[in-house]
């Protein structure tokens, strides 16, 4: 059974920092890995897919990378904003299920 | 964008009772759709996967008699919450994925359960 791991599992940044998210997958026969945004007491946003073919994807200050033959993918948020502390959750798709990871509770310190 | 529609948003019911929770697809056609279990700040539990004219598969562990789920369309997927009690206070989140987007997964915004 596919495990998913996020380290770490809080952070806490100052305004303006670089930071990169970790999350780590067991079984590299995946079809895809998105990873989320959740604010509290809310659903979950989609922030970027990537494809099991696929090595990064980006979108504004956000860049996914995934490395299927060793189990990982990184979220690198650039310049980050009081605005961007939520609990980030990576997903991985294979077959007909996907499988979540533990999340990543960020704090941007304004 | 799509977009899963879910609804209600927040619940207080009475021991007892019974809860519905809907989640549509708005713009788009759903033949699977995931519903999730959230505790306070912990991750989402899977408790079962509806498709859409055929029953349900529930996750080890989960009641089946306790938590119902409906797919009779492409784009209604219902869970009910039956004789609720405070154990089954929870926050619980639907989502569906879309094959021609690579199938990405959409979520609902959740329902926040409190039984009294």
């Known amino acids: 059974k596919q495990e998913v791991t996020q380290i770490p599992a809080a952070l806490s940044v100052p305004e303006g920092e670089n930071l990169v998210l970790n999350c780590s997958f067991t079984d590299s026969a995946i079809y895809n890995l998105q990873w989320f945004r959740q604010d509290p007491g809310k659903g979950l946003t989609s922030l970027l897919l990537?494809?099991?073919?696929?090595r990064e994807q980006t979108s504004g200050r956000l860049n996914a990378s995934l490395d299927k033959s060793s189990g990982r993918s990184t979220l690198y948020i650039a310049a980050s904003q009081p605005g961007d502390s939520a609990t980030y959750l990576c997903a991985v798709g294979t077959g007909n299920q996907f499988y979540f990871g533990t999340g990543t509770s960020l704090t941007v310190i304004p | 964008g799509a977009v899963v529609s879910q609804h209600p948003s927040r619940v207080i019911c009475k021991s007892g009772t019974s809860v519905k929770i809907e989640c549509r697809s708005l713009d788009f056609q759903a033949t699977t759709m995931f519903w999730y279990r959230q505790f306070p700040k912990k991750s989402l539990m899977l408790m079962a996967t509806s498709n859409e004219g055929s029953k349900a598969t529930y996750e080890q562990g989960v009641e089946k008699d306790k938590f119902l789920i409906n797919h009779a369309s492409l784009t209604l997927s219902t869970l009910t919450v039956t004789s609720a009690h405070p154990e089954d206070s929870s926050f619980y989140i639907c989502?569906?994925?879309?094959?021609?987007?690579?199938?990405?997964?959409?979520f609902g915004s959740g329902t926040q359960l409190s039984v009294l």
């Open positions: 990537i494809q099991s073919s696929q």
């Open positions: 989502s569906a994925p879309i094959s021609g987007q690579g199938r990405k997964l959409f």
